[in-house]
């Protein structure tokens, strides 16, 4: 593959316009709360690189898979609700389980991703797909809204409730409500152009991947890349 030009920047936005979330998406931009940030290349534990695909569905295009509708169909169950972004104790506590699955790079609060005061307006509109089961609740996914597109900014579900594939559950709805609003498109955030714990992300086809030179391309299966160490 082609390597992407290095990137690494970052800076501090307060409060954004919906339009202007756009362009900032549509050049590979991330964020949270009031820290944005881009970069196209980073380090692994062993010191090898990674190289970060930003991804971005075309809505109009987006068609369920047979797993895709396999994991509503085991949900039907559930209560599933788009609401404001909010933070609160039983959305921190949700976020302390759900972190005991990871063993590096473990944050420590939900508020690291998202703002405690006014996270459904700073620095832009957020709002949150709740999943909820017989009242208790086990899945929550926050998204970002601009003028033609929505962003996925995190998502956490109940450890005892992996079973039913919630990270692809609250994508779904994320979907669904970005059509339903009028949407062009959703970014479902960053990958690796390597086999990663982000792949997930590349079961939601069409999708595209951003080339870091002001392109966006269609995502195609390739070949794992080998990445050389930085030491070499």
């Not at 396999?70 to 039907?76: I, P, Q």
């Amino acid at each position: 593959m082609t390597l992407p030009p290095f990137i690494n920047e970052s800076g501090r936005l307060d409060h954004v316009p919906p339009a202007l979330m756009d362009e900032l998406w549509a050049q590979g931009w991330r964020h949270f709360g009031s820290e944005f940030f881009r970069y196209s290349i980073t380090a692994d534990e062993d010191g090898s690189l990674q190289y970060i695909q930003p991804l971005r569905l075309p809505l109009a295009e987006f068609r369920l898979s047979k797993s895709q509708r396999r994991v509503l169909r085991k949900n039907e169950d559930l209560e599933l609700r788009v609401v404001p972004a909010v933070v609160d104790d039983e959305r921190e506590v949700m976020f302390l389980r759900h972190r005991e699955r990871f063993s590096t790079n473990i944050p420590d609060s939900l508020s690291t991703f998202m703002p405690s005061a006014q996270p459904h307006t700073q620095p832009c509109e957020c709002l949150s797909v709740e999943v909820r089961e017989a009242g208790r609740l086990i899945a929550v996914s926050y998204m970002d809204v601009g003028t033609s597109a929505v962003s996925s900014v995190y998502a956490m579900f109940e450890p005892d409730a992996a079973w039913r594939s919630l990270g692809t559950l609250t994508m779904l709805e994320e979907i669904r409500w970005a059509a339903d609003a009028g949407k062009r498109w959703l970014y479902p955030g960053y990958a690796t152009a390597q086999p990663s714990h982000y792949d997930y992300k590349k079961t939601f086809r069409p999708l595209e991947c951003f080339d870091w030179r002001g392109s966006w391309t269609p995502l195609t299966e390739t070949r794992p890349v080998t990445a050389p160490s930085p030491r070499a």
